[in-house]
Each structure stands twice: as C-alpha cells, then as structure tokens.
C-alpha cells in the first residue's frame, strides 16, 4: 500500500487561519457581508480549501458543478444499517480506525484519507473493493462530488458510519493534528475525538431524516 500527504489538503496552518478568522472577522469570503456564529462553508474542489460563505453567497454555489466553488451541505446522516465486514475493512489497507472517502472531481476518483498527527494522508483504494461497498450500501452513491463524504469509526470496539460533509472531516484533522502527542497520541486526544464524534452523532439523524449542522468549530 502507497499513501501520500496530500499537498491540496488543508494545513494545520490552514486550519488554524480558518478558525482565526472565524474568530475575529466572522465574514462572508466572498462577499465581506457580516455573518454568525452558524454560517455556510464554500469548497473549492481544485485546492480542497475551505471558505466561510453568507447564505446569499452560498446559494449561488448550489448544483452548480462547474462552478469555481461547492457548496458544502450542512446535513449530518447516521447511518447505522451500513453494511461493512472487518474483512472488508481489512482489505481497505488503512494504517488506522478513522477514515473518510469521498468522490474527487478534479481527480475524478474516490480518495480514501485517513487523519494522522501529520495530518491528512491520502491512501491508494483499490476500485473493487469501493465497488463491493457501493453495491452493499447504495447510499455511497448518493454522496456529493466533493463534499460528501462516507466518514469512518471503527477505534476499538466502535462501528459508526456517517454521511458527512467535508468540514466536518477536515475538523477531525485538524483535533488530531493539534493535540496528538507520542507513540499512542495521549488521553487529551482521545477525549477530543470522542467528544467530536458525540457531538456528530447528536447533531445526526438516520435513515432518510437529516438536520443542519450547528456554528462553524472549524
């Protein structure tokens, strides 16, 4: 198995200018307009980079895919009758229990990324075995280029599958980033991904039914 650092992915540099600014600007990328606490996000799918966006400016993104930027959906979709082995996660090759997958459209490829304290790490998926996973879960289908993504915990005894947007994905990156420490990562990061993927879950609905995400914690 080859996996890479994906240079196109967010920094932790980046990550952290983008919570800077959601700290002290609180405004639209696109147009200046002011906005909360809860607002929309912008992908740019050539760069992966993430913009804070007015709903106005938003909207305009919306089923536009040859458009400069997408607009990232603010649902969270537990999914919890998703159907996958330990053998078929075993043959993903995956050096850890977290990962997202997501259809590229500048790639055009499904990427399997995975976070790590070096941060967000591309790994080589095997068509196939995507394939066996669409054919079970036709969810995966419904996915959005881009900004959808199958979100992935299987840490310890743990099976929990989400459809999520890409800044929810790239948050976790980011925690882990911040606050791993040594061999294991420490206790303190451990909390953080718990207290992430509660709060993911509470913020979830399954089957059909989704909700809006809450303020921008990126």
């Known amino acids: ?22 700290k002290t600007e609180e405004s639209c990328e696109l147009c200046g307009k002011e906005i909360a606490a809860e607002h929309e996000h912008l992908l740019e799918p050539a760069t992966r980079r993430l913009s804070c966006a007015c709903h106005a400016c938003a909207i305009l993104f919306s089923g536009n895919a040859s458009a400069r930027y997408r607009r990232v959906p603010r649902q969270i979709q537990f999914l919890p009758d998703f159907q996958m082995s330990d053998g078929q996660w075993e043959g993903l090759y995956l050096p850890i229990n977290l990962a997202f997958f997501f259809y590229s459209s500048p790639a055009q490829r499904i990427v399997a990324t995975y976070p ?4 967000a790490t591309e790994s080589l998926l095997r068509f196939e075995a995507w394939q066996d996973l669409a054919a079970a879960n036709p969810i995966l289908s419904e996915l959005e280029s881009d900004v959808e993504a199958l979100l992935v915990n299987r840490v310890g005894p743990t099976r929990e599958y989400y459809r999520a947007p890409i800044d ?10 911040s ?3 040594g061999l294991s990562g420490g206790t303190e990061v451990w909390r953080h ?7 993911l879950k509470h913020r979830s609905a399954p089957a059909q039914i989704a909700i809006g ?6």
Do not use: D, Y
């Open 1 to 22: 198995m080859t996996t890479t650092q994906s240079p196109s992915l967010p920094s932790l540099a980046g990550l952290r200018q983008f919570a800077a600014r959601r």
């Open 116 to 119: 790590s304290p070096a941060g």
């Open 168 to 177: 929810s994905c790239f948050k976790l990156v980011g925690l882990i980033r």
């Open 179 to 181: 606050h791993w420490r």
């Open 193 to 199: 991904i718990n207290e992430f993927f509660a709060e």
């Open 213 to 218: 995400s809450g303020e921008c914690q990126i």
